[in-house]
DNA sequence: CATTCCTGCAACCTGATAGTTGCACATTAG
DNA sequence: CTAATGTGCAACTATCAGGTTGCAGGAATG
C-alpha cells in the first residue's frame, strides 16, 4: 500500500487535483507544458509534480532532456479503496444499529 | 457535489482519517468521548469535527446538552467517485494510445 | 439552588507549505 | 561551436492550518 498520509495530503490540493485532471486526459506532459495553464511559475508546477510523484500518484519518465509524467491510477484506486471502506463500514453498522433499534423498541 | 476543495483538504489530515475511520466504526460519539484517543486538547478535535462536518462528510445532532457525529457515507462516496473517474479517464486514455502505436508502428 | 460536565467562542503561537526568484547545468537545434 | 530551451537546486517570504490555553454559557444531576 503507498503511503496514505502522502496520497491524501497530495490530494488536498486543488491545483494538484486539477494536475491529475489535466494528466489524465491528456495523457503524459512535461511541466514546461503544464505550467502555461496555471496562474503560477513552472517551478511551482515542478513542485506539485513532486509532491504528487512523492505520493506515488504520478510516474516519470524521461525522454531525452524533458521529463514526462503520467497518472499511477492504482494509487489512486487505493485511496478510493480507503474512501469505500469506511463508508460501507459505517453502513454496515448503521443496519446494525437499525436491528437493535427494532429489537429493543 | 459536496464541495471537492473541502471534502479533500478535510481528508488531508491524518488525524480527521481517524477520526472518520474511528466514527465509522464505533458509531456516533461526542468530540469529549473521542478527545482520549488522540494526543491533543479536545479543542483540537472539535476543530477537525468542526472542518469535516463544514465538507459535509460528517453530521451533528443535538441530545440534550451533548453533540453527536455521525459520519456521512454519501459525501465519502462522491470523493471516492472522483478517483475512479481520474483513473478511469487514464485507463481509457491508456487503451487510445495503446491502439495508436500498434497502429502505426 | 449549587454543582458538575459539556459545548463554544476567541486570541494566540508555530511550523509547514505554496509560492517566488535567480542561476547553474544539460540537451537539442541551427 | 553557439544559441536556445528545458530541467534542477537553493534561498527566501508569507500565508494558513493545526495546535494551545483560558473562559463564558447551558443543560443535567444531586
Redo the contacts with the bound molecule.
Keep these: 500500500m503507498a503511503d496514505d498520509d502522502a496520497v491524501f495530503?497530495a490530494l488536498?490540493?486543488?491545483?494538484?487535483r486539477r494536475i491529475l485532471d489535466r494528466l489524465s486526459a491528456d495523457g503524459p506532459l512535461?511541466?514546461?507544458?503544464l505550467?502555461p495553464d496555471?496562474?503560477?511559475?513552472?517551478?511551482?508546477?515542478?513542485?506539485?509534480l513532486g509532491?504528487l510523484a512523492g505520493a506515488g500518484l504520478l510516474m516519470?519518465e524521461?525522454?531525452?532532456?524533458?521529463?514526462?509524467y503520467r497518472v499511477r491510477a492504482e494509487a489512486m484506486s487505493e485511496a478510493a479503496g480507503w474512501l469505500g471502506d469506511v463508508s460501507a463500514r459505517w453502513d454496515r453498522r448503521l443496519a446494525a444499529l437499525d436491528r437493535q433499534v427494532r429489537k429493543e423498541p
Design positions: 495530503a488536498g490540493d486543488p491545483t494538484r512535461t511541466a514546461t507544458e505550467a496555471y496562474p503560477m511559475s513552472r517551478q511551482a508546477i515542478v513542485k506539485h509532491t516519470t524521461r525522454v531525452g532532456r524533458d521529463v514526462r
